[in-house]
T-cell receptor, first 114, second 113 residues
Framework: KQEVTQIPAALSVPEGENLVLNCSFTDSAIYNLQWFRQDPGKGLTSLLLIQSSQREQTSGRLNASLDKSSGRSTLYIAASQPGDSATYLCAVSRGPGGSYIPTFGRGTSLIVHP | NAGVTQTPKFQVLKTGQSMTLQCAQD?????MYWYRQDPGMGLRLIYY???????DKGEVPNGYNVSRLNKREFSLRLESAAPSQTSVYFC????????????FGPGTRLTVT
């Protein structure tokens, strides 16, 4: 059974720092990996999706990398801002054998203070 | 283009009452999902529907039923609510052409007393 772990569980940093959030998974036979952002009391917003054949994806100040062989992904946030404060979740999906259903990590709660 | 919508946003039930959570998507997605999110437990899949006319159990289906009414709508029913079903419920959808990227609704916060 796939297990997804996110470290650290919580992070508090001053504004302007570059951040790395980690996601690890136990089964490397994945179809894709997705990073989400969740604000308090809200739903999940998709940030980046990396297909299994890709090594990284970028969107603005966000860069996500994928190393399937080691079962790891990182989300890099450049020049953090208070508006980046949220919980960040990663999810990995298996292919047809797993019906493309994602397994979620429990998230990293990020606070960026001015 | 509203994406994924859910109703209601909040609900309080007494133990033993029933209710249906509604979900609709306007992205023409084939796959739809129901999750619950609990503190310390993360997101867990209750049921999913890979296409119109099909539904399958997820990790925590007990106490729930679902209906895929048409391609747009996927409802979750609690027949006899229990305090253990107090949670936040999320509906999501995805599609093969976008590599099954998941799109989530805003959630329903349910309290069972």
């Amino acid at each position: 059974k796939q297990e997804v772990t996110q470290i650290p569980a919580a992070l508090s940093v001053p504004e302007g720092e570059n951040l790395v959030l980690n996601c690890s998974f136990t089964d490397s036979a994945i179809y894709n990996l997705q990073w989400f952002r969740q604000d308090p009391g809200k739903g999940l917003t998709s940030l980046l999706l990396i297909q299994s054949s890709q090594r990284e994806q970028t969107s603005g100040r966000l860069n996500a990398s994928l190393d399937k062989s080691s079962g790891r992904s990182t989300l890099y946030i450049a020049a953090s801002q208070p508006g980046d404060s949220a919980t960040y979740l990663c999810a990995v999906s298996r292919g047809p054998g797993g019906s493309y259903i994602p397994t979620f990590g429990r998230g990293t709660s990020l606070i960026v203070h001015p | 283009n509203a994406g994924v919508t859910q109703t209601p946003k909040f609900q309080v039930l007494k133990t033993g009452q029933s209710m249906t959570l509604q979900c609709a998507q306007d992205m023409n997605h084939n796959s739809m999902y129901w999750y619950r999110q609990d503190p310390g437990m993360g997101l867990r899949l209750i049921y999913y529907s890979a296409s119109e006319g099909t539904t399958d159990k997820g990790e925590v289906p007990n106490g729930y039923n679902v209906s895929r009414l048409n391609k747009r709508e996927f409802s979750l029913r609690l027949e006899s609510a229990a305090p253990s079903q107090t949670s936040v419920y999320f509906c999501a959808s995805s599609e093969a052409r976008s590599y099954y990227e998941q799109y989530f609704g805003p959630g329903t916060r349910l309290t069972v007393t």
